[in-house]
């Protein structure tokens, strides 16, 4: 049993990763595209919210459906967000260098930084959400640690 939800978590990770990924660079086309400043700006803030979005609802399926304790919950989110940030790091350097003129060694820094910069907050903000919800809505079976 332990298996299935183990895999089950490994699945929804890779899936937000992923997801993480594909908004950013949809977004970040859409916005490239906008002929405004402020439809720019907007692209870029869905792009937030959409990511928001699907921060929150893999701690709800961690909580509510896999009924994992807050440190699991928080510990598969903050991956999710590491992944998706590391890919987004991979998909910059990528860029620069097929677009650039020259390749600019610095931005492989983001390659490092982004998922370091991206787990730490993601961690304590996901713990912080578990455990609100482990305090107001308990899962009716005792909580499993497949970390």
Do not use: K
């Not at 482990?134 to 640690?145: A, G, L």
């Amino acid at each position: 049993m332990d298996a299935v939800f183990r895999t089950r978590s490994l699945r929804m990770v890779l899936l937000l990763a992923a997801a993480y990924l594909l908004t950013g660079i949809v977004f970040a086309a859409f916005s490239d595209r906008a002929r405004t400043d402020p439809m720019h700006l907007l692209w870029r803030r869905l792009a937030w919210l959409v990511s928001g979005v699907g921060f929150a609802v893999h701690i709800f399926y961690g909580h509510f459906c896999l009924r994992n304790p807050p440190r699991a919950t928080a510990m598969h989110a903050s991956i999710a967000a590491a992944l998706g940030a590391g890919g987004l790091a991979v998909a910059a350097n990528v860029h620069e260098w097929t677009t650039a003129t020259s390749y600019r060694a610095s931005i492989a820094l983001s390659l490092l930084a982004w998922p370091l910069l991206t787990i730490i907050p993601a961690f304590v903000a996901a713990f912080v959400a578990a455990v609100l919800l482990n305090q107001w809505w308990r899962p009716s079976e005792t909580p499993r640690d497949d970390v």
